[in-house]
């Protein structure tokens, strides 16, 4: 049964960094797509990052210059470098991860940016 063990949310005040984690385990595929959403009180969940198995990654354009995804392969992990944080990046982030064509996703971890 796959595992998602997310890591590294909280509290920060505005300007600053926090990085989130995703371990995944559990199966014997290989893991193809790792990524990570995001939900705000009261909106849709949205995509943020992700990281392709060919090393490759993707951002939503309005993040891209303050977040980054970074994996490592071995170890079926993923992180998101988050910079320069601003109020309106407070929300629930989830890990999601593809294996075997199939979509998984973590339980989420609170992230909330405030003075």
């Known amino acids: 049964q796959v595992q998602l063990v997310e890591s590294g949310g909280g509290w920060v005040q505005p300007g600053g960094s926090l990085r989130l984690s995703c371990a995944a385990s559990?199966?014997?595929?290989?893991?193809?797509?790792m990524g990570w959403f995001r939900q705000a009180p009261g909106k849709q969940r949205e995509f943020v990052a992700h990281s392709f198995g060919d090393g490759s990654a993707g951002y939503v354009d309005s993040l891209k210059d303050r977040f980054a995804i970074s994996r490592d392969h071995a170890k079926n992990t993923v992180h998101l470098q988050m910079n320069n944080l601003k109020a309106e990046d407070t929300a629930v982030y989830f890990c999601?991860?593809?294996?075997?064509?199939?979509?998984?996703w973590g339980q989420g971890t609170q992230v909330t940016v405030s003075s």
């Open positions: 999601r991860v593809v294996i075997a064509g199939r979509a998984y």
């Open positions: 559990g199966s014997n595929f290989s893991v193809s797509t």
